[in-house]
């Protein structure tokens, strides 16, 4: 069975510009996780989307966005980026809220 | 609000040897406890978890977890490290507000020593 997937896998933008990072989930999960993971942190939480509905959010800026599909795949978008915005995206899927999270390979991006 | 500390930046096993990550955790409520491993420049690997049931866990690539629930600890554990074990390890627990996220620690790099 595939895992989840991201795309792209690397992405270098400038600053001010806007990015669309993308994932699918494991075949069969309706939830899905954006996180970024700066370089020597753990993951921070960004959205979660479950059944095409925005059901948490982390302490990011009004940049960030996200929106889910009726295949429940997922995009995630920032606007006007930052340099402090580089970093790994990971997108997770996870069949039964609350419990363990399936993770993708990420999305690297940087912003020069 | 739910935290999850890990107290070593790394932690240094031979091979062969025992190992263990440290894990504690804050949580209102009861805790659904995560471990994960990231090879180098990889996602996020599920290993096990903690939702209820036996204080034990046992999980993938033959790691298992000690829940302690009067030290507030979650401790990774495995009886004979591997070179292949080397990577960076986190903890994670379950936020119980009204979305799902996960909160990690900061991690833990493990380097078995051959």
């Known amino acids: 069975d595939a895992g989840v997937t991201q795309s792209p896998t690397h992405l270098i933008k400038t600053r001010g510009q806007h990015v669309t990072l993308r994932c699918s989930p494991i075949s069969g999960h309706k939830s899905v996780s954006w996180y970024q993971q700066v370089l020597g942190q753990g993951p921070q939480f960004i959205f979660q989307?479950?059944?095409?509905?925005?059901?948490g959010r982390g302490n990011f800026p009004d940049r960030f966005s996200a929106r889910q599909f009726p295949n429940y795949s997922s995009e995630l978008n920032v606007n006007a980026l930052l340099l402090g915005d580089s970093a790994l995206y990971l997108c997770?899927?996870?069949?039964?809220?609350?419990?363990?999270?399936?993770f993708g390979p990420g999305t690297r991006l940087t912003v020069t | 609000a739910q935290s999850v500390a890990q107290p070593e930046d790394q932690v240094n096993v031979a091979e062969g040897n025992p190992l263990t990550v440290k894990c504690t955790y804050s949580v209102s409520g009861n805790p659904y406890l995560f471990w994960y491993v990231q090879y180098p420049n990889r996602g996020l690997q599920f290993l096990l978890k903690y939702i209820t049931g036996d204080n034990l866990v046992k999980g993938s690539y033959g790691f298992e977890a000690e829940f302690n629930k009067s030290q507030t600890s979650f401790h990774l554990k495995k009886p004979s490290a591997l070179v292949s074990d080397s990577a960076l390890y986190f903890c994670a627990v379950r936020d119980h507000g009204g979305d799902d996220k996960i909160i990690f620690g900061k991690g833990t790099r493990l380097h078995i020593l051959p």
């Open positions: 989307y479950y059944e095409k509905e925005e059901r």
């Open positions: 997770a899927s996870n069949l039964v809220l609350g419990y363990e999270q399936y």
